[in-house]
């Protein structure tokens, strides 16, 4: 009787064998988190649409009229609206990512433990966490995408180097979202923990990072907040981006280094985290 020989498993060069990490495994992560957009696709598009439209109105043509500089409406030779909807778009952004780099995070450890079953196929626990920031960037991108053609259409930011603000709301968003994710991979119970982060860390940087006045009009002793706040860096960067206000070429530098090293720092420790709980 012929024995039947069992195919033989190459020792390398096949990247999708199991145990080895896929070379798309990134991709694939994120490619699972947008199948479930649909879930909440109309409340998030709504809010999308509805925040820059009330924003617009409330303060373009509300708290606008009230601000007068030097007996001409506006702030530093712009006019109100100008001034603060680009950071109400680094805002918005600022506000996804924290919705998905602490409930998103929470729901894949735990609440529906996805990324347990990930790290059982052939993805690595850094592809998982990358792939969760993919995502998270494509959502943002969307959002604020919707902000800012919003923005356009009603002359609250400028073309052509407006458009900028669009990558610059991304960066802030990371740079504030992804140190963020790094915290939420440490949390095994849900006990208010991301309640807190929004209202003792996330509501005073809105307050206090330039975003609805200049970071100057604060008392010295405030005006740390807005030095360390990712918000307060990105915002200063859309503007200068939507209406040509022009800082010292080395300060736009330290905008664009300090926020690419929270991102780079976040996503390390995140990471890291990421990678010792699903092989603990």
């Known amino acids: 009787m012929t024995a039947v020989s069992e ?6 060069g096949d990247a999708s064998r199991p145990g080895d990490p896929k070379r798309w495994g990134a991709w694939y992560v994120a490619e699972h988190e947008l199948r479930r957009v649909p879930t909440f696709i109309v409340p998030a598009l709504a809010t999308a649409i509805g925040s820059p439209l009330l924003y617009l109105l409330a303060f373009g043509v509300g708290l606008a009229s009230l601000i007068k500089t030097g007996g001409t409406s506006g702030i530093g030779g712009v006019s109100y609206v100008e001034f603060v909807i680009p950071a109400f778009l680094c805002a918005g952004a600022v506000g996804t990512a924290t919705e998905e780099f602490t409930f998103g995070v929470m729901m894949g450890f735990k609440w529906n433990e996805v990324y347990i079953g990930m790290n059982a196929a052939p993805i690595s626990p ?18 604020s995408g919707i902000f800012l053609a919003i923005a356009l259409a009603f002359g609250a930011i400028h073309l052509p180097a407006g458009l900028l603000v669009l990558p610059i709301a991304l960066l802030g968003g990371l740079a504030f979202g992804v140190p963020i994710a790094a915290y939420s991979a440490t949390i095994r119970e849900d006990r208010g923990q991301f309640a807190v982060i929004g209202r003792s860390v996330v509501l005073p940087m809105t307050l ?33 981006a939507s209406y040509g206000q022009v800082e010292p070429g080395w300060l736009i530098l330290v905008h664009v280094v300090v926020l690419a090293a929270e991102f780079a720092i976040g996503w390390a420790i995140f990471t890291r985290n990421t990678t010792k709980r699903l092989n603990r």
């Open 208 to 240: 206090f990072s330039g975003t609805v006045f200049p970071l100057t009009q604060l008392p010295i002793w405030l005006q740390w907040i807005g030095w360390i706040s990712p918000l307060w860096h990105s915002t200063q960067l859309a503007r200068d």
């Open 7 to 12: 195919p033989r498993v190459q020792a390398s």
């Open 126 to 143: 850094r592809q998982i966490a990358s792939g969760h920031i993919l995502y998270t960037v494509i959502r943002m991108a969307v959002t």
